[in-house]
């Protein structure tokens, strides 16, 4: 009998440790998944780290100081959702869907969200610093005090956004559309604005300007400048004396 014990026992605990085993191969399965169809679930203070969320479904969810550091969240949905606080260093958003969701004070820095669509997106204060944003759509997007030093957003849509107060050092805007873009107040040291046409854009009190590329950039005659920056009406090859600044 004791023998018959000890052989169970045995048997009982090859098969925990082979249990074990294969869940450490499959990280997600020690904890609740949340990938797929979590709409409007409440991810608050949740640690996803590392998690692959491509492709999911997170509309109107709470995430807000969630924890999600190298995400894997591709394609996926987080339209309305309020992510305020979270941190999302170097996640991968590629093509990911934030229209209209709260991203204040989040931090965002490495992210790689080339395509991501952040239309009407509340991003106040947050920080994306270094992040690739490469035909990003920003249109109506709030991004007031924000941080996006060395920020690619080369080709993003960046009409009717909001950049007051944002310090954009060394961040690059090559060709992209900044029709109604307010950006008083920024500090644009070092940045590149290459081929940029600033239809209707206010540019007043615009810090660091000499130090800005503005090759091929254009204006408006609605447009604001400070008065240390000289551009061409766009349509034009020169710029009229009278338009220096407003």
Same mark, same amino acid.
């Given at each position: 009998?004791?023998?018959?014990?000890?052989?169970?026992?045995?048997?009982?605990?090859?098969?925990?440790?082979?249990? %074990?085993?294969?869940?450490?191969?499959?990280?997600?399965?020690?904890s609740p998944g949340y990938a797929g169809? =979590?709409?409007? =679930?409440?991810?608050?203070?949740? /640690?996803?780290?590392?998690?692959?969320?491509?492709?999911?479904?997170?509309?109107?969810?709470?995430?807000?100081?969630? #924890?999600?550091?190298g995400v894997q969240a591709g394609n996926?949905?987080?339209?309305?959702? +309020?992510?305020?606080?979270?941190?999302?260093?170097?996640?991968?958003?590629?093509?990911?869907?934030? &229209?209209?969701?709260?991203?204040?004070?989040?931090?965002?820095?490495?992210?790689?969200? !080339?395509?991501?669509?952040?239309? !009407?997106?509340?991003?106040?204060?947050? /920080?994306?610093?270094?992040?690739?944003?490469?035909?990003?759509?920003?249109? %109506?997007?709030?991004?007031?005090? !924000?941080?996006?030093? %060395?920020?690619?957003?080369?080709? &993003? +849509?960046?009409?009717? !956004?909001?950049? +007051?107060?944002?310090?954009?050092?060394?961040?690059?805007?090559?060709?992209?559309?900044?029709?109604?873009?307010?950006?008083? +107040?920024?500090?644009?040291?070092?940045?590149?604005?290459?081929?940029?046409?600033?239809?209707?854009?206010?540019? %007043?009190?615009?810090?660091?300007?000499?130090? &800005?590329? #503005?090759?091929?950039? =254009?204006?408006?005659?609605?447009?604001?400048?400070?008065?240390?920056?000289?551009?061409?009406? =766009?349509?034009?090859?020169?710029?009229?004396?009278?338009?220096a600044s407003k």
């Amino acid at each position: 009998m004791i023998r018959l014990v000890h052989a169970l026992l045995t048997a009982s605990a090859m098969s925990f440790v082979a249990l %074990s085993a294969q869940a450490q191969s499959q990280p997600v399965a020690w904890s609740p998944g949340y990938a797929g169809a =979590c709409g409007e =679930c409440d991810l608050s203070g949740k /640690n996803l780290t590392g998690w692959s969320l491509a492709g999911g479904n997170y509309s109107s969810a709470n995430m807000e100081y969630a #924890f999600m550091r190298g995400v894997q969240a591709g394609n996926a949905n987080f339209e309305n959702a +309020n992510a305020t606080s979270a941190d999302m260093r170097g996640a991968i958003l590629t093509s990911a869907q934030f &229209a209209g969701a709260i991203l204040s004070d989040a931090r965002l820095q490495g992210i790689q969200a !080339s395509g991501a669509d952040f239309r !009407s997106a509340n991003v106040r204060g947050a /920080n994306l610093q270094t992040a690739l944003l490469v035909g990003a759509n920003f249109a %109506s997007a709030d991004l007031t005090e !924000s941080r996006m030093e %060395s920020a690619d957003l080369s080709g &993003a +849509n960046l009409t009717g !956004s909001w950049l +007051n107060e944002t310090i954009l050092a060394g961040a690059v805007f090559n060709g992209s559309n900044m029709t109604g873009s307010q950006l008083r +107040n920024a500090a644009v040291h070092g940045a590149s604005f290459k081929d940029v046409r600033f239809i209707d854009a206010d540019l %007043s009190g615009l810090k660091g300007a000499e130090t &800005a590329d #503005f090759e091929g950039a =254009c204006v408006s005659l609605s447009s604001t400048l400070p008065a240390t920056l000289t551009l061409p009406l =766009c349509g034009t090859a020169v710029a009229p004396a009278a338009f220096a600044s407003k």
